[in-house]
Nanobody
């Protein structure tokens, strides 16, 4: 079992930045690929970014390319999402997720993740 805890959310003005963190416990973190998803009010949860177990491959949704950066520190069991140039449409609950079966693949479906965190709220005001 893996427990994931997100932090770093908050309220920020458009154009601002936030860095989200997701800390894992319970299993060997470096075996897992990690992803970030978000869910806006009244909308389906959507993919944001993903990083493979080694950190050598990353993938992003088109809507965040060039603005968001995913990274990981396996020594700290933590994955990060640096969010710059935030827009009101980035508002939502951000979730991190982990998977071990496809840990070297850049993109997988939401259903293929094994573990999910509880989420952290990000609100971007205009």
């Amino acid at each position: 079992q893996v427990q994931l805890v997100e932090s770093g959310g908050g309220l920020v003005q458009a154009g601002g930045s936030l860095r989200l963190s997701c800390t894992a416990s319970g299993r060997t973190f470096s075996n897992y690929a990690m992803g970030w998803y978000r869910q806006a009010p009244g909308k389906e949860r959507e993919f944001v970014a993903r990083i493979t177990w080694s950190g050598s491959n990353t993938g992003y949704a088109d809507s965040v390319k060039g603005r968001f950066t995913i990274s990981r520190d396996n020594a700290k069991n933590t994955v990060y999402l640096q969010m710059n140039s935030l827009k009101p449409e980035d508002t939502g609950v951000y979730y991190c997720a982990a998977d071990v079966r496809y840990s070297n693949i850049r993109y997988i479906s939401e259903a293929q993740y094994d573990y999910w965190g509880q989420g952290t709220q990000v609100t971007v005001s205009s």
